[in-house]
């Protein structure tokens, strides 16, 4: 064994390559990959590295999750995968294969939702470019918190951000629905 200019000589990295399994390898190119997207299965071709949130907007047709930072700071992109709320530019497509994902369309199933009209009564939106993650996030939120204080919708929604100041609006909309779906005393 020895050294060379910092290099190891001998075959004992050769012999460890040898010995691991070999990667599956995919990509660069497009693959064939399945998501299964408000209970149906999709089947799609995308390149590795694409996120869920290009897939979804550039693929799928399903525009309503949107792409702001595009660095997982602020909400905009929001879906629900496997029942928690996620920032899909975050997700790479690839990886959300087997795993349930709801998006806003699924949601409102082509009607607008309870917590979407709430936001409407609420004047909680102004360029709406936050709003659908917003929309999706309260749903989630208020699926696991059905009888909120407005300091629990406040923190329950902190992933979010609003650059227009919606918050207000934001809050009271789902203390709305909250109130609306599920019996609950703070509206
Ligand atoms: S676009 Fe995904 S978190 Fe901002
Ligand atoms: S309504 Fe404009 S960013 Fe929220």
Same mark, same amino acid.
């Given at each position: 064994m020895g050294v060379t200019g910092g290099v190891l000589t001998t075959g004992v990295l050769e012999q460890e390559a040898e010995a691991a399994p070999a990667a599956h390898v995919v990509g660069p190119g497009e693959v064939p990959i399945t998501l299964h997207i408000n209970g149906k299965p999709v089947n799609v071709k995308v390149e590795?590295? =694409?996120t869920l949130c290009d897939t979804l907007r550039?693929? *799928?047709? *399903? =525009?309503?999750?949107k792409r702001v930072c595009d660095r997982g700071t602020c909400g905009a992109c929001s879906v629900i995968i496997d029942g928690k709320v996620m920032?899909?530019? =975050?997700?790479l497509a690839i990886d959300a294969q087997g795993r349930k994902i709801e998006t806003l369309e699924g949601i409102s199933a082509g009607r607008m939702s309870p917590m979407a009209a709430a936001f409407v009564d609420n004047d909680a939106q102004q360029c709406g470019y936050c709003t659908p993650g917003f929309v999706v996030a309260a749903k989630n939120f208020l699926d696991r918190h059905p009888n909120p204080t407005e300091e629990d919708v406040k923190r329950g929604l902190g992933g979010n951000l609003c650059r227009c100041g919606t918050y207000m609006g934001v809050r009271k909309a789902v203390l709305q629905a909250a109130k609306m779906t599920r019996g609950g005393s703070n509206a």
């Open positions: 590795p590295r =694409t550039h693929r *799928l047709d *399903l =525009t309503a999750a920032y899909s530019c =975050t997700v």
